[in-house]
């Protein structure tokens, strides 16, 4: 018996192939295999706790996560099955595969396995944003009764890490304690892909005056861009961007919550992103990669790589950061 479940996420338009064997061969070694280019969908943490989970499960669970490129265009649900269909072809083993096409369709199939796989499948979606993976494919095995891994240490170590944390804690507590005169200094600035942190508190009417800022700066760059709707090309791309910014509008004109904050940054990144795709068509580029905006100034447009970056009285970590930020940075200037 197979039970196929697929659910489109994102109507996309984005052509390719990919030769189905890299993912049976590193099902070889892993029940667990991330194509490279999806390592910051689902990052190696995460596959390997994802791995150790399912990993002599009976039946069998694999999981793949591989580029949206694998999809031609057209019927993208009908090109999944046919994808998870040869994934199956070549593995030749009942079990349950789990198949997530970069952030336009996760896709279900439980072969000689009587799992009801669509509705697992639908329910988890239905929780979780196409931008979780993980926490999608962790919802599925949760119905399915596949136990979490274990990370517990072993009980020798328990008085060594309490050692850590209470010298942990009191690290933290003399940093508070240096630092608590300045706790006000710096605004918290809205970022349409990263949270606001701990160290850049601020209040939620703030946020939301930032937000509707950086919806109306995303509408002023989709007047003045350089695209057509009307595009044979680039259509589908500035419709997206359109539909982004519509909806991120509708949001920041009422009274959100940092919830739905957090959407609005998610919409408005995702809306520069499907942007900057459609002028690279235009200037007969190469389509940008799917990365986050500049930290420093959303306007900056989309990063070009992560920079280690320690705010004044913050905690390094790193940030996405547009080409002219890098170079300042690299510099030493702030």
């Not at 499948?121 to 929780?127: A, I, S, V």
């Not at 919802?139 to 990370?151: E, I, R």
């Not at 940093?175 to 710096?186: I, L, M, N, V």
Request: proline share 7%.
């Amino acid at each position: 018996m197979r039970l196929l479940a697929g659910v489109l996420l994102l109507a996309s338009t984005l052509t390719g192939s990919s030769d189905p064997a890299a993912v049976v061969d590193g099902w070889k070694t892993s029940p667990v295999y991330v194509d490279p280019a999806q390592r910051s969908l689902v990052p190696d943490k995460d596959a390997a706790e994802l791995a150790e989970r399912v990993n002599g499960h009976d039946p069998a669970i694999r999981i793949a996560v591989v580029p949206a490129a694998v999809l031609s265009a057209g019927d993208q649900s009908a090109a999944a099955h046919t994808y998870v269909d040869q994934l199956v072809d070549r593995q030749q083993a009942d079990g349950i595969y789990l198949v997530v096409f970069g952030g336009a369709i996760t896709w279900g199939s439980a072969v000689g396995v009587d799992t009801p796989v669509a509705d697992i499948l639908t329910d988890e979606l239905n929780k979780h944003s196409r931008s979780d993976p993980v926490g999608t494919l962790n919802g599925v095995l949760d119905q399915l009764d596949v136990p979490k891994a274990s990370s517990g240490p072993p009980g020798w170590l328990w008085p060594l890490l309490i050692l850590i944390v209470v010298l942990i804690v009191g690290g933290l507590a003399l940093r508070w304690w240096k630092s608590r005169a300045r706790k006000d200094e710096g605004p918290a600035l809205y970022r349409p892909s990263y949270e606001v942190l701990p160290d850049e508190v601020d209040t939620l009417d703030e946020r939301r005056a930032t937000a509707r800022e950086d919806v109306t700066r995303f509408g002023e760059e989709l007047d003045s861009a350089d695209v057509r709707l009307d595009g044979v090309d680039t259509a589908g791309d500035v419709q997206a961007a359109m539909d982004a910014y519509a909806d991120a509008g509708r949001v920041v004109d009422g009274q959100p919550d940092d919830d739905k904050l957090r959407e609005v940054r998610a919409t408005v990144e995702y809306g520069r992103w499907r942007l900057a795709c459609a002028q690279a068509k235009v200037a007969g580029t190469p389509a940008p990669p799917r990365r986050a905006v500049c930290f420093f100034d959303p306007s900056h447009g989309t990063s070009v790589t992560d920079w280690m970056y320690t705010p004044p009285g913050g905690r390094p970590r790193e940030v996405p950061v547009c080409g002219a930020c890098r170079d300042r940075l690299s510099g030493g200037s702030r």
